[in-house]
Structure formats: C-alpha cells, structure tokens
C-alpha cells in the first residue's frame, strides 16, 4: 500500500490511471489492451496496472470488490473510478478529458 501511495503522491504533476484486474478475469483482459494503446499515446497520463491476485493488502485497504476496475487520480487526488461493464474508452477518455480540462 506504501509503494502505491507513493506512487499517487510522486506523480502529482500526471494524470494516473490504475487498472486493477486479475489474470483469471475473462473481461477484464480486452479492456486493458484498448485502454493501453490510447493511453500510451498521451504524455501526461501515466498506466499502471494492478494484479490483484498479487496485491492483496491494495485489494484489502482500498476494499475492492469488483473487476475490472479503473482509479484516474489527478493531483494526488481520486476523480474517478469506473468498475466492470462501465469501461469502456468512450467513458475512459471523457473522464480523463474532464480530468485534463479541470484545473
């Protein structure tokens, strides 16, 4: 959870957006690698994906309970999350539009 706030915290300056998933998650694998060809086209946003079978204490503290998940977290801050069939890129780039416009 330390290496996660960090990360949050380091990175004030980007756009961060986290995809928790697991490898056993049938759906969750087509959204990921939409969601990462448009978003490794932007500079300011920064990907990272989240195994949840290897992130326990993450699952636990944050209490997720339904994947796929996306966090966008703009200045230290959560703005937006989206679970399961709500992700989707339209709704993903709206929702970092909105974080890229907001001051």
């Given at each position: ?29 087509p959204?990921?690698?939409i969601l ?10 920064i ?14 503290e944050?209490?997720?309970?339904s ?11 959560l ?11 339209e709704?993903?780039k709206?929702?970092i539009?909105?974080c890229?416009?907001?001051?």
């Amino acid at each position: 959870m330390k290496q996660y706030n960090n990360l949050i915290m380091s990175n004030m300056s980007y756009i961060l957006v986290f995809y928790f998933h697991s490898i056993l998650c049938q759906t969750c694998f087509p959204k990921f690698t939409i969601l990462e060809q448009y978003l490794k086209r932007n500079n300011n946003i920064i990907f990272i994906i989240i195994d949840i079978d290897k992130s326990k204490e993450i699952v636990e503290e944050l209490d997720i309970t339904s994947i796929p998940l996306v966090q966008i977290y703009k200045n230290g801050k959560l703005k937006e999350e989206c679970y399961g069939a709500e992700i989707c890129l339209e709704i993903i780039k709206k929702k970092i539009d909105n974080c890229l416009l907001e001051n």
